[in-house]
């Protein structure tokens, strides 16, 4: 980000403070690094490119800066408060995925606009998915301003949009995440298909049932709707009734 006034909007939303502990993913050559470093007590640099590492650490060399060369979906990570950030889009659902597991105050980052409406879409949208799940259940969202392509260098080909996500502390879980999360694989994989038809074969395929049993285990009505339509709590709903019966 080469636009100061976006870097400070930003800082800005995250509420920043001289106690809190910040961490930055993909901080590039250092100009938000900077600005966070003005506003928290400390600021954990994340950069997987060394030579952006070594000129952002040679230029913010006396802050209250330090850099963590590596992957971020791959690497242990220190205690912090508060993420802000503009990460690499190609990889930012699977940054946000990894963010739902772990435990801080608020993220601010920006995200591609359209993946800023998968975010926060209603059910029966074309942008409802997989991951609007994902965000719903882990995270209260707020889209606040467009960041025109001239805000980067190099400039991307999209329109981005800062987010905030907060934490949620009592957030709706299902009775076994990981087959829950195998669900919303199988039945988004064909979001247009009846759920009682992408279930039935993975069901046999990769549990074990006998094709009687699974039809049997889809019977309820809740099956024979389309995933893009069932709110996440209905979601969770149908993952649960067919988890009880496998765990018996």
């Known amino acids: 980000m080469v636009d100061y006034g976006f870097a400070i909007r930003m800082a800005e939303l995250a509420r920043l403070s001289p106690s809190d502990t910040v961490l930055e993913i993909g901080s590039g050559i250092g100009n938000l690094t900077e600005i966070l470093s003005e506003r928290a007590k ?26 963590i060369r590596g992957d971020f979906l791959k690497i242990d990570l220190p205690p912090f408060d508060k993420v802000v950030c503009n990460p690499p889009y190609c990889i930012i659902s699977k940054i946000i ?14 995200v591609q606009k ?24 882990n995270f209260d969202i707020e889209l606040f301003d467009e960041v025109p392509p001239s805000a980067f260098y190099p400039e991307p080909e999209v329109t981005s949009v800062i987010v905030r996500m907060t934490p949620l502390k009592d957030k709706p879980s299902p009775l076994n995440e990981e087959f829950f999360q195998w669900f919303l694989r199988q039945v988004f994989s064909q979001r247009n298909k009846k759920m009682r038809n992408s279930l039935l074969k993975a069901l046999v395929r990769e549990k074990g049932l006998s094709k009687e049993e699974a039809s049997k285990l889809l019977s309820n009505s809740l099956f024979q709707e389309r995933p893009f339509r069932l709110s996440p709590e209905e979601l969770i709903e149908a993952s649960n009734l067919i988890w009880e019966r496998l765990s018996v």
């Not at 640099?45 to 590492?53: K, N, Q, T």
């Not at 772990?102 to 601010?108: A, M, P, Y």
């Not at 975010?119 to 965000?135: D, H, N, Q, S």
């Open 42 to 67: 400390l600021v954990y640099a994340i950069e997987i490119d060394p030579l952006l590492v070594h000129i952002a650490s040679r230029r913010l060399q006396k802050r209250n800066v330090r850099f």
């Open 97 to 110: 995925e990894r963010l739902s597991q772990l435990d801080f105050e608020v993220s601010v980052m920006t």
């Open 114 to 137: 359209e993946l800023a409406s998968r975010m926060v879409a209603e059910p029966g949208t074309k942008e409802y998915g997989r991951f609007t799940v994902l965000c719903y259940l």
